[in-house]
């Protein structure tokens, strides 16, 4: 039993040693793909419920990885964040985005806003706010076509100075838009106390629109409230046409999801205004 048991030790100290090289390894890989700029952005429409005009995009970055292909968020964000590469990369994103309005701007084409997912971490970061300015100058887009996606939890909890970047966010005329809504501790007055603009309820709602006699109860409440409270909704995930003919009868402002498109490459986003509702 003792030897069984130190073996079993030397076991897990290979293991564990093993998961730290690894680990090691996929962030020197990470910190290189930032360095030599391997991300793209994807772009996902947001469309008004009422008409299915699109009305703005959502940005979502993919790391174009030189052997694996395109490799989506969930697979490095966290990394990022907990590595502090997230404000490097949001950078990049920033910077990516606003060259992409610049870019459209060029075609004579109508534009649409671009809504930019910002991680806690870098919306708390005090550079963002002079970033993101230089970003939006240097590619001499007009400021409201940008807007930034916050979840709740990265801000309820948020001093004087969050309050503020907010504030001077909107002042220059970016909306802030409350990310995955639901998934989080906050009430809807506290969202309101910190003036956001819009609701993007989390597709875990979305989900049981059709499904329960609750579900549905639950988001008409969350629409009521939002919108007494000024502030749009948008449903996300959503994935059928059943789901949006219900949003539809419940006055939902906006829709995202796959059953209206997925991220598409920039090249192909634009052009797609009208979807069928
Ligand atoms: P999110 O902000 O909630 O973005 C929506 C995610 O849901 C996207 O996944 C999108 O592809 C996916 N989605 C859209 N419609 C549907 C649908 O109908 N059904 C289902 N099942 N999924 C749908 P994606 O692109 O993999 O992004 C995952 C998460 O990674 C995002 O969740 C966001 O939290 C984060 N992320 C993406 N881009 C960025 C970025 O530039 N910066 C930061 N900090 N985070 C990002
Ligand atoms: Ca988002
Ligand atoms: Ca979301
Ligand atoms: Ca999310």
Redesign the pocket.
């Known amino acids: 039993a003792k030897t069984s048991g130190k073996n079993g030790y030397r076991f897990f100290d290979q293991r564990f040693s093993d998961a730290i090289r690894d680990r090691h390894r996929r962030e020197l890989e990470l910190v290189h793909a930032i360095e030599h700029d391997q991300f793209v952005?994807?772009y996902?429409p947001r469309v008004e419920v009422a008409t299915g005009t699109t009305c703005s995009f959502?940005?979502?970055?993919?790391w174009a990885h030189p052997t694996r292909g395109i490799v989506?968020?969930?697979e490095f964000?966290p990394l990022?964040?907990e590595r502090d590469l997230?404000v490097e990369?949001?950078e990049l994103?920033l910077d990516k985005v606003c060259a992409q309005l610049a870019f459209w701007a060029t075609t004579g084409q109508a534009v649409v806003p671009v809504s930019?997912?910002?991680?806690g971490k870098?919306f708390r970061d005090s550079r963002i706010l002079r970033v993101l300015k230089e970003a939006i100058d240097r590619h001499g887009v007009p400021p409201h076509l940008v807007e930034l996606?916050i979840?709740e939890a990265s801000v309820i909890d948020g001093g004087e100075e969050v309050i503020h970047a907010m504030h001077a966010l909107q002042k220059m005329g970016i909306a802030l838009l409350v990310?995955?809504f639901g998934t989080g501790y906050s009430s809807l007055a506290q969202l309101q106390r910190l003036e956001f603009d819009v609701l993007?309820v989390?597709?875990a709602f979305?989900r049981e629109l059709n499904r329960s006699n609750e579900g549905r109860v639950l988001f008409t409440a969350i629409i009521t409230m939002a919108h007494a409270l000024g502030m749009r909704v948008v449903a996300?995930?959503?994935?059928s046409r059943e789901q949006l003919q219900t949003l539809k009868a419940l006055r939902c402002d906006e829709a995202?999801?796959?059953?209206?498109s997925?991220?598409l490459p920039p090249s192909v986003s634009q052009p797609m205004f009208t979807h069928r509702v």
């Open positions: 952005v994807y996902q959502e940005a979502l970055v993919r989506g968020p969930d964000i990022a964040e997230i990369l949001g994103v930019i997912n910002v991680s870098h996606e979840t990310d995955d993007k989390d597709r979305t996300e995930g959503v994935e995202q999801g796959f059953y209206i997925r991220p």
